[in-house]
């Protein structure tokens, strides 16, 4: 019987310990929640392959986040821009109109930003997540701003 008692301990003792790893991490649990408050603000979060331009740290995971907004259906095309952030802090324009970068009132948020990029149908900022949902507002706001310098 005790043979028995101590078998089944250790088989629940396995199962429990398999379950608990199945849970995410509390890290992926706040991007989980962070990405789904984005959408909520009809952001588009996605995580890319760092693009050729990113001279940064390798990301966790080799994935960087870019939080888009799409231009409106039918909407002519947006010319391409992108002001990269320096590690000094700095914004640099690497490509396209340096007014739109000086035209953009950035948020305190943005020292967590990597760069800022227009491409023909959406404003992005590239970034590494480590704020909260509350920062979402001032990047859509930021996104916002840029989509009516551009068009």
Same mark, same amino acid.
């Given at each position: 019987?005790?043979?028995?008692?101590?078998?089944? #301990?250790?088989?629940?003792?396995?199962?429990?310990?398999?379950?608990?790893?199945?849970?995410?991490?509390?890290?992926?649990?706040?991007?989980?929640?962070?990405?789904?408050?984005?959408?909520?603000?009809? #952001?588009?979060?996605?995580?890319l392959?760092?693009?050729?331009?990113?001279? =940064?740290?390798?990301?966790?995971? =080799?994935?960087?986040?870019?939080?888009? #907004?799409?231009?409106?259906?039918?909407?002519?095309?947006?010319?391409?821009?992108?002001?990269?952030?320096?590690?000094? =802090?700095?914004?640099?324009?690497?490509? =396209?109109?340096?007014?739109?970068?000086?035209?953009?009132?950035?948020?305190?948020?943005?020292?967590?930003f990597?760069?800022?990029?227009?491409?023909?149908?959406?404003?992005?900022?590239?970034?590494?997540?480590?704020?909260?949902?509350?920062?979402?507002?001032?990047?859509?706001?930021?996104?916002?701003?840029?989509?009516?310098?551009?068009?």
């Amino acid at each position: 019987m005790s043979t028995f008692l101590i078998v089944l #301990l250790v088989v629940v003792a396995f199962v429990v310990g398999q379950w608990s790893l199945l849970r995410p991490s509390a890290r992926d649990t706040r991007l989980m929640l962070l990405r789904a408050e984005a959408r909520k603000l009809g #952001l588009q979060p996605r995580l890319l392959a760092p693009p050729g331009w990113y001279k =940064g740290e390798r990301p966790v995971g =080799g994935l960087l986040a870019c939080y888009s #907004l799409l231009t409106e259906e039918g909407a002519k095309g947006l010319p391409y821009f992108r002001a990269e952030r320096t590690l000094d =802090g700095e914004w640099v324009v690497r490509a =396209g109109e340096g007014t739109v970068l000086r035209s953009l009132s950035l948020p305190p948020e943005a020292e967590k930003f990597i760069a800022l990029e227009a491409q023909a149908n959406a404003v992005s900022i590239w970034w590494s997540e480590a704020l909260g949902p509350e920062a979402l507002p001032a990047l859509q706001s930021l996104l916002r701003q840029m989509l009516e310098k551009l068009k």
